[in-house]
């Protein structure tokens, strides 16, 4: 081989393996992440000022860009204090490709609530919070930048930036008519914008010139973008938008919940902007029974010193229409690590609230509270329930921090054999690290590492019976958090159409094609290791390669 045909073909063989060994590093091991996270940039608030106890503290949390490339197998939106330490505002963004796209993420809680949240135990107090958004890869865990929008709060209001301005807050509601509304059938919108006062008055805004109503629909059970429905201008303090129609529930399905959001935007920088939400059913047959939102309020918040006394406040909603739920509400605690609720009390409403004090006052330890919504007449209201998890009682505990987990399945069952579901495992505290079991009975279905207070896994394998579904965390350090399981979910999966079989396991699945069928490695690794080999296999083959009656190369004499 001639001197400069074999040191081209060395060339390509380094350049070949860096290429490979830097792309294999990059899946492997992952970027240095800095010292100080950077931010990603903001995140955009549908509402800039609230009261500290609404739920949800606002709709909707959106980020102009995605997360950073390799970062998008989780995402999640907290509360905290500057530099940390955080609690969620929303249930965790899973199953990957959020580095593809903007992110958008419906919170689901107060500002108190989520405060209540954060390790060790914090309350809430004047002056700066941050929102903020992370990130996380699969191998190389949370990415050290976020996204962040700084709030400042002033006794029981918070609004974006860094100090209390003189800009007025505006409260929105939202109503639907009618609702639940039968498939096909047009609705109108109507959102109502004042100026909160005392006693909870509220007077509109001034009858013209003063911000447009942005009118949006999402579905809570999908991770969809939200559909602009409409803007119109405020007039008198109301806006309308008529002749809506929803699009109807599809195949068995007999029902399909839409969260609609009415979102104030001043036109003055007089006023602040404000958002509501209303949940509206649409079904096919008969009309279901509207749902309830409960809310529970504990006072004192955690840590309750021993034998103080505690007070449980509950506020009940109707999520799809103006109507005050009737009935009561029952309040119960459990002691963490066990699985029985005890019963505190009930009480009915007074002065929109259920309130309830504590006796005789509790023993110390960790509790689960809860406020469960019994309507008086089943076929008018649904019930619903509001759990606070980590309530300390007496001294903070030296030990292992006790840990609760729940599960979901989505989509909702029944389903037919076939169907990929997402088994979620939510673990409380957020900051106990991990891993999570998923339990078919006593088979294990496959496992999950915690990230940001959840994990996750996909199977399309179960077959037709009910399944009882169960997640069984186990933390990483057991002398830091206790480990936890969920409640059984009783799952039913129905015989699947064989004419709708269509081979499945050929060809390992669609969806982009995360990882290969049954052994769970990511694909992007196999393709490396593979383009590593290929690149060495050409470079030895340029190398070791025989060629016929060489020509002789006369070479430059030195000089």
Not at 157 to 174: I, L, P
Not at 196 to 220: H, M
Not at 465 to 474: Q, S, V
Request: aromatic share 6%; glycine share 12%; charged share 15%.
């Amino acid at each position: 081989m001639s001197r400069h045909r074999f040191a081209r073909a060395l060339a390509l063989l380094s350049a070949g393996l860096l290429s490979a060994g830097v792309l294999v590093a990059g899946v492997l091991i992952g970027p240095a992440s800095p010292a100080q996270a950077v931010s990603l940039g903001a995140v955009t608030l549908s509402e800039q000022t609230g009261d500290v106890n609404t739920t949800p503290m606002f709709a909707t949390a959106r980020t102009a860009t995605p997360c950073p490339t390799g970062f998008g197998e989780t995402t999640n939106l907290r509360l905290g204090r500057p530099g940390g330490p955080y609690a969620n505002l929303a249930r965790a963004l899973s199953a990957g490709g959020w580095d593809q796209n903007p992110l958008e993420f419906a919170a689901d809680r107060s500002l108190t609530r989520a405060v209540a949240g954060i390790e060790p135990a914090t309350t809430v107090g004047d002056g700066e919070w941050w929102v903020i958004v992370d990130c996380y890869s699969l191998t190389a865990g949370r990415s050290a930048d976020q996204f962040q929008t700084s709030i400042f709060v002033c006794g029981d209001t918070w609004k974006v930036g860094t100090s209390c301005n003189t800009a007025t807050a505006t409260r929105t509601t939202v109503a639907v008519d009618p609702s639940p509304v039968p498939a096909g059938t047009p609705v109108t919108l109507t959102a109502t914008v004042c100026v909160p006062g005392d006693q909870d008055g509220c007077t509109p805004l001034p009858a013209t010139g003063t911000g447009n109503v942005v009118f949006s629909r999402t579905e809570p059970a999908t991770a969809e973008p939200p559909v602009e429905l409409g803007t119109v201008a405020l007039t008198e303090g109301r806006a309308v938008l008529t002749a809506i129609t929803l699009p109807p529930p599809e195949g068995d399905i007999t029902s399909r919940t839409y969260r609609i959001t009415a979102r104030f935007v001043p036109d003055a920088p007089g006023h602040l902007g404000s958002a509501a939400t209303s949940d509206v059913a649409v079904f096919v047959g008969e009309a279901p029974a509207p749902e309830t939102e409960t809310t529970l309020t504990v006072t004192p918040a955690s840590p309750l010193p021993t034998n103080a006394d505690l007070v449980l406040t509950a506020t009940v909603r109707q999520r799809t229409g103006p109507d005050e739920p009737v009935g009561r509400v029952r309040f119960e605690q459990r002691l963490t690590g066990t699985t029985v609720w005890v019963v505190l009390g009930t009480a009915d409403l007074a002065d929109g609230r259920y309130s309830h004090t504590v006796a005789p006052r509790l023993a110390d330890g960790n509790y689960s509270l809860q406020a469960v919504f019994v309507p008086a007449d089943e076929a008018d209201f649904v019930t619903s329930t509001d759990t606070l998890n980590g309530y300390l009682v007496g001294t903070p505990p030296t030990g292992p921090v006790a840990t609760a987990t729940t599960l979901a399945v989505s989509p909702a069952g029944p389903q037919r054999e076939g169907v990929e579901l997402t088994l979620t495992a939510t673990v409380d505290p957020s900051a106990a690290s991990g891993t999570v079991k998923f339990l078919d009975g006593t088979t294990e279905l496959g496992s999950a590492t915690v990230s940001g207070g959840q994990a996750s896994f996909k199977t399309a394998s179960l077959t037709a019976g009910t399944h009882p579904l169960k997640a069984i965390f186990t933390p990483a350090a057991a002398n830091a958090y206790g480990g936890s399981q969920s409640a059984v979910n009783s799952y039913v999966i129905t015989a699947g159409d064989p004419a709708d079989d269509d081979g499945g396991d050929d060809d390992g699945g669609g969806g982009g094609g995360d990882s290969l069928p049954r052994t769970g490695v990511p694909l992007i690794m196999v393709g490396s290791v593979g383009l590593l080999l290929v690149v060495v296999g050409g470079g030895t083959m340029l190398v070791t390669r025989r060629r016929t009656a060489p020509q002789p190369v006369a070479w430059p004499d030195a000089r």
